[in-house]
């Protein structure tokens, strides 16, 4: 994808939900399921901000077996960095974003299998997910 113009980064920072998300992911990849505990949102909600993020290329999805993480870009635009760099800044006081952390911080634990799951070779991918399907995020 093209790299971002700030026109373009700004109409996708207009609203509160995608600034939480963008937020959290800041700190780490998430799955959907995640997002719906620490937002306490839908997954329709959630689902919908965040296919709207990426195909503006501010988020990226990878899917493992039948859960999609999604995480920031791995080379954001030069204009995408400076706004969440900002953003991480601005929160601070504000009692949503900081809320969303201790939600984020509660789930700790939870959270722990994707980035095993994501740097895992193909036979321990499947070893976690075996594991896996008896958690949270299960259907």
Excluded at 105 to 112: I, S
Aim: charged share 25%.
């Amino acid at each position: 994808m093209e790299s971002m113009n700030l026109i373009q980064v700004y109409r996708c920072l207009c609203d509160e939900t995608r600034l939480r998300i963008l937020h959290l992911l800041k700190q780490g990849p998430l799955c959907v399921c995640h997002f719906q505990d620490i937002l306490q949102l839908p997954q329709v909600a959630v689902s919908k901000h965040l296919a709207y993020l990426r195909r503006t290329g501010m988020v990226e999805a990878r899917r493992h077996e039948q859960w999609m993480i999604y995480s920031l870009p791995a080379s954001p635009s030069r204009e995408l960095d400076l706004q969440l760099r900002c953003l991480q800044d601005c929160v601070q006081t504000e009692p949503a974003f900081r809320a969303d952390l201790r939600r984020l911080k509660a789930l700790g634990p939870k959270c722990n299998w994707i980035s095993r799951a994501l740097k895992a070779p193909p036979i321990v991918k499947k070893a976690i997910a075996l594991r896996r399907a008896s958690a949270q995020c299960a259907p």
